[in-house]
């Protein structure tokens, strides 16, 4: 009982004590209003719902950019399959084409059922080309074309080089004695190429292509770099090179004794003291570019019509012509004019000999296609003109007596002749018809070329070049051309360089294709009528004039201005003398019907001079 009073006792105690009212609390505070704890509640939430939001953004931004890179990562892989698809299809038809040009090739080197023993290369599809169903004239009227037309320019041809070689020896020969051994440029004898001296020229005046080699002074040398021998070679670098001008002491293989010291009692054979001290930089500002060791074009061209001046001056007191240049973009283009107002064209060519081949580098070819224009003045053409002489003669010996080959060329260049004088010059080229045969003469057999097959082997001669016409393609005959037989002598960089395509200006220039095409179609159009009118009514200047001169001459030589003159009588033309002067003649002197030894220009006469006048060249 008393535990429980206590109880009760002790509880009233702790709750008087507790009471605020009787012990309030120091730190104790007692809000003002409610309205005051609601509005920190609220402005707190409002914080929270701000960084949720905050939050949430983040949230949203950082899927955003890990879908856009998983997209990225797919369409990656969507390129890298399709690229290597692409790459294989790619492979596949490199794997394809290469197939088929083996194939190709295979099928080309095969022998033809025409030609069994033959070697029937640059011929596919030949058989399919129809000419347009033009139709050239029969066997018996090509023959007759040929030998009243044709036939008699060879005569007047061989009258003609005699001429030209003998005054172009006298020209050289005073060139030569105006030259400083010492520093000028040391000119070698002319070589006769093209037509002329393939005896397939048809086209009137005729003229004589002369290459005249030249070599520079010691202590230099020249250096040949063919474009073909590098790979890849530009296509508009195919069939130039460049000619270095190198020093002695420069070439890693000459001489050493500029390289070491020699005792004083020791001399080198080879180059003596006084060869050391030759002035050598004139060569170098005469013919090379600015800043380059290699030889320019057109300082060559100026420095050879300067020495060809300076030696016509020297000489042309012995001759009753004028020599001038014919054309202002060809170097030795010269142009004889008598005083009966005749004239004679010929062309001197400088050209530089490629090592000890028979490849020569020139400046110009005036009647070889040029194709593009040289990318610079330092590139020079490769000439095979002396290589397609050889490989003629060659030829000739093992084809039949009489053979045709040169008669097709011959009709064809008389027919691409006209036809350029109708309708004015085209892409095609007497070039492109010697090329043309030049193919076609590896191709057949010997027998095929003999004098009776004279149609067929024009007729083919003609299909060729309409295949090539559409084709766009005509390859070089000696450049990359494995057919060429070893026996030529090719250098082994121009025997194994890609093959150039003479008809690459024809893949970049439409017009001129265009222009070409049609012109060659119209040729063929014109050409019996040419033949027909040709073989009747035969023209002056491709009649045969031995008959008629020889009847006259002692009158005509009256017309040029000697009435009293004695005259000797010659096989190739008519010798006048002239009291009170010195000079050489060429020619053969014997009488007339008796033909004697040739006589060449440096043989003289003291009290009277000799001038050799060709028939048909002077009147």
Known sequence: MALGLFRVCLVVVTAIINHPLLFPRENATVPENEEEIIRKMQAHQEKLQLEQLRLEEEVARQAAEKEALERVAEEGQQQNESRTAWDLWSTLCMILFLVIEVWRQDHQDAPSPECPGGDEDELPGLEGAPLRGLTLPNKGTLNHFYERCIRGATA?????????EGFVDDLLEALRSLCNRDTDMEVEDFIGVDSMYENWQVDRPLLCDLFVPFMPPEPYHFHAELCCSRHPVPLDRQGYGQIKVVRADEDPLGCICDKTKLGEDMLCLLHGKKSLARPGSEVET???????????AMQVMKWFQTALTRAWHRIAH???FDLAFGQLDSPGSLKIRFRS?????????????CDDSDLYFVSHLPREPSGDAPASSTDWLLSFAVYERQFLRMTSKALPEGACHLSCLQIASF????QSRLTGPSGLSNYHLKTALLHLLVSRRPADWEAGQLDARLHEL???LEKSLLEKKLHHFFIGNRKVPNAMGLPEAVRRAEPLNLFRPFVLQRSLYRKTVDSFYEMLKNAPVLISEYSLHIPSDHASLPQKLLSCKVSRTQRAGVQDAPHVHTSGGVYRACPGKTVGFVGSLSPPGNPGPTARRKESHTGSWFAFMPTGAYW
Not at 286 to 296: E, S
């Open 156 to 164: 007047d041809a061989a009258r003609t080089r005699e001429f030209v």
């Open 286 to 296: 005469l013919l090379c570019a600015r800043g380059a060791p290699y030889l320019d």
């Open 318 to 320: 012995k001759y009753e």
């Open 341 to 353: 107002g005749k004239f004679m064209p010929f062309n001197l060519i400088p050209v530089i000999q």
């Open 415 to 418: 027919l691409l002749s006209k």
């Open 462 to 464: 003609l299909r060729f």
